[in-house]
RNA sequence: GGCCCGUUCGUCUAGUGGUUAGGACGCCAGGUUUUCAUCCUGGUAACAGGAGUUCGAUUCUCCUACGGGCUACCA
């Protein structure tokens, strides 16, 4: 009777948690966002959004001594650029320049939370699953060492773990430095049930006695982890492999705690080129670094998303907005494998979001870069930095140009200062100097006919095109050259109309003035 | 060294107990084009090796090789 109520009860309870997704971004501020973290973060918004869940951001600060100052900030400022958005955690407060917490379950950083660590590591001491280590960190160094040579696997050789209380309390009470370690039982299987990966076993023999409570008071990951993905109720827990072996650990104190546990998903790793974990050194890896190069965040999800996991099923489709990507996402189709980080595709990718985007959109995001760069290129392009229409043109014409945003004005200094053509550019393959010169006052004529109102990229192109009749290099080339005095360059049907009329002319002019 | 994970074109990947092993990026060639770029067409190139299971394995199993991750009072 009171089994069967029971197991009812348990049953109906898990059905419920099931239901309720919750997952957590769990970064550690010790720098600016990597690229890495960038993915793992994605595919935690996907799962959660597709699975009408909850996205948690947790901040993991328990090692003070690698916090970086402002990491928090850049993380949220980032989540912020890429559209990637929590419903529970730390936020930006733009208004007040703070950072405010939001959520049932806050604090969401862990170093607010040290009085819940110190709890449950209490408990686990009073159930003798774990126990103080008063080892110095020298000796374990030399115990290590030691293990290393006779080719021993280093683990703790657990010579504090049969003190007594009284010795315990003892050197306590001499404030005597310690840690508290987990008391890992020997001769079982441990089972890492992976969402990815299967069953991942374990020889709890292998698993070594974690330091769950550092001598400063802080926990370690392993302990802050569960206990916070617990009282947080993370039903899915999406991280990279790298913490595969400590998963583990992990499972061993959730039994400790007798908490049910989480379902895990171990992501593939990203590469560098030479398959080692993706790692600065190798270039750029900060999401931000990526955003200054003129990548579109669009551009960058989306690159990201497929590194890893596609939506399969013979779909060839690549490209795919977030919200696309939120309707298939499916944690199960991730790969194993790790994934190589190939620039190139991230470059075709981007241009073709630059060429899919919004005008206005684009000269608003592709303006700063230009501008930042303005002064140092181009010396007399002042005149038309603040010509939002001119630059909008050039934009325009460029585009399709566009790998990256900072390519904007990057091969196009012609729009911006004078020109010098010289003969032997406005020639055309075997065009005598008369041709050349014809061609050029050829083209004056049309052009200078073409009235203000009429001067449209459209009408310029086809008025143009006929003029040139069927030779149109010896028409058109010569053209183009005049306009920009490059061997290459948009066509100079959209260089005119960047150009204007009256610019056109003149360089025109100048160009029929040197034969 | 120990533990764990992985392995389809150079890279990201689809896919199946029987396929001409498909796509994308790159690269090469051709086309469109006044140039460059865009765009279009085509081409190049892969199931790590061995054994087993099977009528048949790239696909299932095992072994080996190779690659990677972890091995902290870092996450």
């Known amino acids: ?198 069953k991942v076993e374990f020889k709890s023999d292998t698993v070594d006695d974690q330091v769950i409570l550092k001598s400063d ?66 270039g750029d890896v900060s999401v931000e670094d990526f955003l200054n190069k003129g990548y579109l965040k669009e551009a960058l999800i989306n690159f990201v998303a497929f590194l890893g996991w596609n939506p399969g099923g013979g779909q060839t489709r690549e490209i795919y907005s977030l919200d696309e990507l939120i309707e298939v996402f499916d944690l199960e189709k991730v790969h194993k494998a790790g994934a190589v980080v190939d620039v190139k595709k991230l470059n075709k990718i981007n241009s073709h979001y630059i060429k899919q985007k919004d005008i206005d959109e684009l000269y608003d995001e592709t303006v700063k870069f230009f501008n930042s760069d303005l002064q140092k290129k181009y010396p007399n392009a002042n005149k038309h930095s603040d010509d939002r229409d001119f630059l909008k043109r050039v934009l325009e014409v460029e585009r399709d140009r566009l790998e990256r945003l900072t390519d904007f004005g990057q091969e196009n200094a012609f729009f911006f200062g004078d020109i010098t053509a010289h003969k032997d550019l406005l020639t055309w393959k075997e065009s005598t100097d008369d041709q050349t010169s014809d061609a050029l006052k050829r083209a004056r004529e049309v052009l200078a006919e073409i009235n203000q109102d009429n001067w449209t990229r459209e009408n310029l192109a086809s008025t143009l095109m006929d003029a040139a009749g069927d030779d149109r290099g010896s028409f058109l080339w010569p053209l183009r050259a005049a306009l920009t005095g490059e061997k290459r360059s948009p066509s100079p049907m959209d260089c005119a109309w960047v150009l204007g009329k009256q610019e056109s002319l003149s360089r025109l002019k100048n160009a029929i003035d040197l034969f």
């Not at 900030?73 to 929590?86: C, F, N, P, Q, Y």
């Not at 280590?133 to 374990?140: G, K, T």
């Not at 999406?238 to 171990?266: C, N, Q, T």
């Open 1 to 198: 009777m009171f089994h069967t109520k029971k197991n009812n009860q348990v049953r109906q309870f898990t059905q419920i948690m099931e239901k309720d997704i919750r997952v957590r971004m769990a970064p550690s501020p010790t720098g600016s966002m990597h690229i890495g973290t960038l993915r793992t973060v994605l595919y935690d918004y996907l799962f959660a959004k597709k699975n009408s869940g909850k996205l948690v951001l947790r901040i993991e600060d328990t090692d003070q001594s690698r916090e970086v100052e402002g990491a928090v900030t850049d993380l949220l400022l980032r989540l912020e650029d890429v559209g990637i958005v929590h419903d529970e955690g730390p936020f930006m407060d733009h208004a007040n320049e703070k950072i405010q917490e939001r959520g049932n379950y806050a604090p969401y950083t862990q170093s607010k939370r040290l009085d819940i660590y110190t709890k449950y590591v209490n408990k686990l001491l009073e159930k003798g699953h774990a126990y103080h280590c008063f080892c110095s960190s020298e000796r374990l160094d030399e115990m290590r060492k030691q293990q290393q040579k006779s080719k021993q696997p280093p683990m703790y050789d657990r010579t504090c773990c049969t003190l007594s209380p009284d010795e315990v309390a003892d050197r306590i009470d001499k404030d005597e430095k310690y840690v508290v370690r987990m008391k890992v039982s020997r001769g079982e299987t441990i089972t890492v049930d992976d969402l990815i990966r299967g």
């Open 217 to 282: 008071g802080f926990p370690t990951y392993h302990l802050a982890v569960v206990v916070d993905d617990y009282l947080m109720k993370i039903s899915h827990v999406i991280r990279g492999e790298e913490w595969l072996p400590s998963a583990p650990k992990h499972v061993i104190l959730y039994k400790m705690f007798g908490w049910d546990l989480p379902v895990f998903a171990h992501l593939p790793l990203l590469l560098n080129e030479n398959k080692s974990k993706l790692s600065k050194r190798q």
